[in-house]
């Protein structure tokens, strides 16, 4: 096979994990798009089956090797026909095991070989038994990968940056996703006026540490991700911007003023603090402490009083004491969060912490309960007190019931507004009537857009 035969072709794509295994999976269908592939909503019937992975914590691997064993049985369905991928985290930590676990398996591919996608295909289609690429070749694949080629909607993703040198003792991302790299300011502008002139009006930029982005700009100096945030702020048609994940430490005072600045930046922020105690952040070479994350939430409040954040949590990682835990909950407490994820530690191969002492598992689990109790009454108080007041809302479609329209205020919150006209693409201003635990509704305030 080569890339002029476009027999045609289905591809069905199963994502696991974070957003940016979302972008990579439509990049995939992308670069098979001129093979003939074209993409299918079940595995049934599929010629290839591509499972982009995520191995970020155990249960995420578990999933893995669940669907790798119902597609097994759909590939004998097929008399070994219908192909199959696993690509992502898994397939660039396990790529050897993985192969051994499932032989059936025909090809994987490692997050930095997306772009050689056609050539393994060939290559497999030739070859009696499987084939990996896990390579992390020295150039980047932001230089092969096609830019968006579908538009995603009216709120759409596009990655930056990727990978992480900061090895926090219990992450694998450092060693799945390798260094990090930012994809140079011209090709992220261009891509990003694609995305306008298909409809998108907001986007958010992806990174494992998005805020550490240091790309080449044209004028052949190193852009900031806040520098890179103003140049998109000019495209017109495109409303709002975010950018997810930030680590505290590349938290710069130029990128708090810029959500003053920068009208088009919204007034929130995922920020992953891990833990509320020093000791346990030390443990977790998070090299930052409490008070550094607690300085910057003061900071950007003070510069945006209604900033809201998001951030992540681990608890019972080896050496959390009961103080320990309980800093990270005084922690939460004081911070209030919009919105909080939060998991238990869990060892993974490879990483430093895996080695140590583990916290008993029904601490850890009495720990997560606790927290996860407080986080979800943070997130209905923060949902409550929308209610009564009036924002911009970005309507992206129509909402589940007949007659209402969806949309994302600037806190992430979806909203849904009952009885509008079609709206979508565009920013109206909403009333907040009620709260409910995942979303908020609204009236109009415009009474022209309200349906008769
Ligand atoms: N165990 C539990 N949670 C983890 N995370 C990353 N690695 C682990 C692990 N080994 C969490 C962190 C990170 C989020 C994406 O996943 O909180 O911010
Ligand atoms: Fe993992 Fe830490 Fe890097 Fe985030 S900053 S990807 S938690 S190593």
Not at 225 to 250: K, M, Q, V, W
Not at 254 to 271: G, V
Request: charged residues 25%; glycine residues 8%.
């Amino acid at each position: 096979m080569n890339t002029t035969d476009r027999k045609p072709r289905k591809l069905h794509v199963v994502t696991h994990g974070c957003q940016m295994n979302v972008y990579d999976s439509a990049r995939m269908a992308d670069v098979l798009a001129p093979l003939g592939y074209t993409t299918v909503d079940t595995p049934e019937g599929a010629d290839m089956v591509i499972m982009n992975t995520c191995h970020i914590r155990e249960r995420a691997e578990e999933k893995v090797f669940s669907a790798l064993g119902r597609l097994r049985v759909l590939k004998e369905d097929t008399g070994g026909k219908m192909m199959i991928a696993v690509t992502g985290c898994v397939a660039q930590a396990e790529g050897d095991i993985l192969l051994k676990r499932a032989p059936f398996v025909d090809l994987v591919v490692g997050p930095q070989a997306y772009h050689r996608l056609p050539e393994l295909i060939a290559q497999a289609h030739r070859k009696q038994g499987s084939v990996i690429d896990t390579e992390f070749p020295t150039e980047q694949k932001f230089d092969f990968l096609p830019d968006a080629a579908a538009s995603q909607g009216v709120i759409a993703n596009l990655t930056i940056q990727e990978g992480c040198d900061k090895f926090c003792s219990f992450c694998v991302v450092p060693y799945t996703r390798g260094a990090e790299a930012s994809r140079p300011v011209t090709s992220v502008l261009a891509e990003a006026k694609r995305m306008v002139a298909q409809g998108t009006r907001e986007i958010a930029l992806l990174g494992q540490n998005v805020n550490a982005y240091h790309g080449e700009g044209p004028d052949g100096k190193i852009w900031s991700l806040t520098r890179l945030l103003a140049a998109l702020a000019e495209i017109e048609g495109l409303e709002r911007l975010r950018y997810t994940t930030s680590h505290p430490n590349d938290m710069t005072d130029e990128l708090i003023l810029a959500h003053r600045d920068n009208a088009k930046l919204m007034p929130f922020l995922h920020l992953p603090v891990q833990s509320g105690s020093d000791k346990i952040l030390t443990a977790m070479n998070r090299k930052h402490g409490a008070d550094d994350f607690r300085r910057i939430v003061a900071r950007l409040r003070e510069v945006r009083p209604d900033m809201a954040f998001t951030s992540d949590f681990i608890v019972g990682h080896p050496g959390e004491t009961d103080a320990d835990f309980a800093a990270t909950m005084a922690l939460v407490r004081e911070t209030r969060f919009a919105l909080a994820y939060s998991f238990k530690y869990s060892p993974r191969p490879g990483t430093p912490a895996a080695g140590l002492p583990q916290v008993e598992a029904a601490v850890g689990d009495a720990r997560l309960y606790e927290l996860q109790a407080e986080l979800r009454r943070q997130q209905d108080e923060f949902n409550a007190e929308s209610v009564g007041l009036t924002m911009p809302v970005l309507f992206t479609g129509h909402g589940r019931h007949a007659g209402q329209i969806a949309g994302r205020s600037p806190y992430a919150q979806p909203v849904v507004v009952e009885n509008a006209t079609e709206l979508t693409g565009e920013i109206h201003e909403v009333k907040i009537t009620r709260a409910n635990p995942n979303s908020i509704i609204g009236i109009l305030i415009d009474k022209e857009k309200i349906a008769a």
